[in-house]
């Protein structure tokens, strides 16, 4: 079993930047792949960035050279550092774990960009 904390979210102007955090309760360093996703209001689910367990990653093409996403296996812990960010990043970011037949989520962090 894997819990999963998000932090880091709040308010920030367009240009500005946040760093998410998803702190695991248990191991996940070489045994689970992470990934985060984000909602918007009246929006389906999205990809944002996923990590796998030998370091490989991913992003969708709306956050690519903004958004990078990295891994501490020491603090059980993955990033998210968004940069640039503009309006339409507007969402409640959650952060994953899986590694088959496993998946499990965090409760989310709201992010605004907003003037």
């Known amino acids: 079993q894997v819990q999963l904390v998000e932090s880091g979210g709040g308010l920030v102007q367009p240009g500005g930047s946040l760093r998410l955090s998803c702190a695991a309760s248990g191991r996940i360093s070489g045994l689970y792949n992470m990934g985060w996703y984000r909602q918007a209001p009246g929006k389906q689910r999205e990809l944002v960035a996923t990590?796998?367990?030998?370091?490989?990653?991913n992003y969708a093409d709306s956050v690519k050279g903004r958004f990078t996403i990295s891994r501490d296996g020491a603090k059980n812990t993955v990033y998210l550092q968004m940069n640039s960010l503009k309006p339409e990043d507007t969402a409640v970011y959650s952060c994953n774990a899986w590694r088959v037949p496993y998946l499990y989520w965090g409760q989310g962090t709201q992010v605004t960009v907003s003037s």
């Open positions: 990590i796998t367990t030998g370091g490989s990653t």
